[in-house]
């Protein structure tokens, strides 16, 4: 019988990361193709054999060819039990990948091999940073043209700010790529282009192995004894401490596309990153091994399945064992619930769970219960830090274009606000509902998810403002002066705060002069 403390030790949970088409989908596809999850990559079974990722479901993502929101994936691989969460690499949906890096205990991040680090990598790494998360870097699409591997790794080691350490290295890229010798298992895999099954792998002793020279040819194995010989020199030995404080990066190269370098990043990925760590709430710090049961929503997602109106909150389990049908309680409204239909995720197929342990993401049907950042306990009164919400930088008025459906859209408004896609504020002077968002794609995906999922259409109107920021102050008086003078530029949020929305930075710096009492805060954790 399975104890709690094994069940912890045996779970992997963890997001892959990057910038928009560094082939992280792809990667995540062939993760849970080795996973035994999906028998053929890419193929979503409809009436016409659609191929489109599996994690990508919502239908705005399959015609835009991105992520926009976070799926979760679960499946067993060897002994393991791992947990992925793949998130949208877009930039106007990074507070969704910041939210989500709150619930994983490591990342891989994904680099394309001819472009290298880029900006939306930069910050993500700076997340993780923060919180001092193992990373693991995969270098993808070898069989392009791209950038020497040395010049690479200087380039990883600048920008993400980490040592690292190649444990695959390639054999030549692009048109002449031959396959990876993998450092960290010493053995060779050839590459045939193949993207539904697995290369052939050589068996060797060590890089000096006469078979290498066979199967690569002989400059080309040379090339690699001298490419090992340089690593050694350069790089520190693999230290696995190093790794799970964050400090030490791990490289591997391959393929995605044609499921190649993706078993040796598995098999090794399993075996050194960690399994779920204790996590700090505002009380106390919450141990994974503890018997009481313990939990946050880290994520809303409305309309899971179109033909019933359902949010789903995802819940991360942070210590004990869930199980169904128990009385858990909610700490922000004090009541105790039940749940009859937890279930556990497959991209969007998924299954009713009777258990679930540390580490593991469980989505609860959500009837408007559930806000971001909710606690679950079995009955400790603890809260786990609050998930921010940055100030929005794009603002749009959101008008009803169809009078006879305006509950719908008022419906509608609510759910995508509680997943967390945008901000909603209302003018304190003109009662009008203003919409924030971090990126103009956002715009795009409420309006067209209003109108598919609700029936409900909407226009915008422009509106130009600089930033919205929360405002409070210990003095009254003060408050009450500011709102007064600004009167014409005061809204709420949906939790009934001050927002003062400053029309341009010299109005905000001029406020932020004129009233020493009042502080300005530019994300809503405070």
């Not at 002989?218 to 490419?227: I, N, P, Q, T, Y």
């Not at 991209?347 to 993401?361: M, W």
């Not at 109108?451 to 003060?478: M, T």
């Not at 009167?487 to 004129?514: I, K, N, P």
């Amino acid at each position: 019988m399975a104890t709690l403390n094994d069940e912890i030790r045996r779970r992997r949970t963890f997001a892959i990361i990057s910038h928009p088409d560094a082939g992280k989908t792809t990667l995540t596809e062939k993760l849970l193709l080795f996973g035994g999850a999906i028998h053929i990559a890419g193929a979503v079974k409809s009436n016409k054999i659609k191929k489109t990722a599996t994690s990508d479901w919502m239908d705005i993502e399959k015609q835009r060819g991105i992520s926009v929101a976070t799926s979760v994936m679960g499946f067993d691989y060897g002994d393991y039990k791992i947990n992925i969460l793949d998130t949208p690499g877009h930039q106007d949906f990074a507070e969704d990948t910041y939210r989500t890096l709150t619930a994983v205990d490591s990342v891989i991040i994904v680099v394309d091999v001819a472009k290298g680090v880029e900006q939306q990598t930069r910050r993500l790494m700076e997340v993780c940073r923060m919180r001092n998360t193992p990373v693991i870097i995969f270098v993808n699409k070898l069989d392009r043209e791209g950038r020497d591997p040395f010049e690479i790794l200087d380039e990883l080691e600048a920008e993400l700010k980490i040592g690292v350490r190649p444990l695959s290295w390639p054999i030549n890229i692009g048109a002449k790529f031959k396959g990876v010798y993998n450092i960290y298992e010493h053995s060779l895999d050839l590459f045939t282009p193949n993207k539904q099954r697995v290369s052939e792998r050589v068996e060797i002793d060590d890089v000096n192995d006469p078979r290498v020279d066979e199967a690569v040819g002989e400059v080309d194995a040379a090339k690699l004894r001298d490419d090992l010989e340089l690593i050694e020199g350069v790089y520190p030995e693999f230290d696995k401490e190093q790794y799970l404080q964050g400090k030490l990066a791990p490289v591997f190269f391959g393929s995605a596309l044609n499921t190649f370098g993706v078993k040796e990043l598995l098999d090794c990925f399993v075996e050194i990153a960690p399994s779920p760590k204790p996590v700090q709430a505002e009380e106390r710090e919450i141990r994974p091994e503890e018997d009481a049961f313990s939990g946050f929503v880290f994520k809303i997602h409305a309309n899971m399945d179109p033909n019933h109106r359902s949010c789903i909150a995802f819940v991360k389990i942070c210590s004990g064992k869930f199980e169904r049908n128990v009385g858990y309680k909610h700490i922000r409204s004090g009541k105790v619930m039940k749940f009859a239909a937890p279930t556990a995720f497959m991209a969007q197929k998924k299954s009713i769970v009777d258990e679930a342990y540390p580490g593991d993401i469980v989505g609860i049907p959500d009837t408007g219960n559930f806000k971001i950042g909710d606690t679950l306990t079995s009955g400790e009164e603890i809260h786990f830090k609050g998930l921010p919400s940055f100030s929005p930088e794009m603002f749009k008025y959101i008008e009803n274009t169809d009078p006879m459906k305006s509950k719908q859209l008022e419906k509608g408004i609510q759910q995508l606000m509680d997943e967390g896609v945008a901000q909603l504020f209302i003018n304190q002077f003109n009662g009008r509902k203003l919409i924030g968002t971090v990126g103009q794609l956002q715009f795009e995906v409420i309006q067209y998810r209003l109108l598919h999922e609700y029936g409900a259409q909407c226009r915008w109107e422009p509106i130009s403002l600089y930033k919205a920021c929360w405002i409070e102050s210990d003095d009254a008086e003060a408050l009450a002066a500011f709102k007064k003078r600004k009167h014409q530029f005061m809204a709420v949020d949906r939790e009934g705060r001050d927002v003062f929305l400053a029309d341009s930075s010299y109005v905000l710096t001029m406020a932020q002069q004129d009233f020493p009492a009042i502080r300005f805060h530019f994300s809503s954790e405070f």
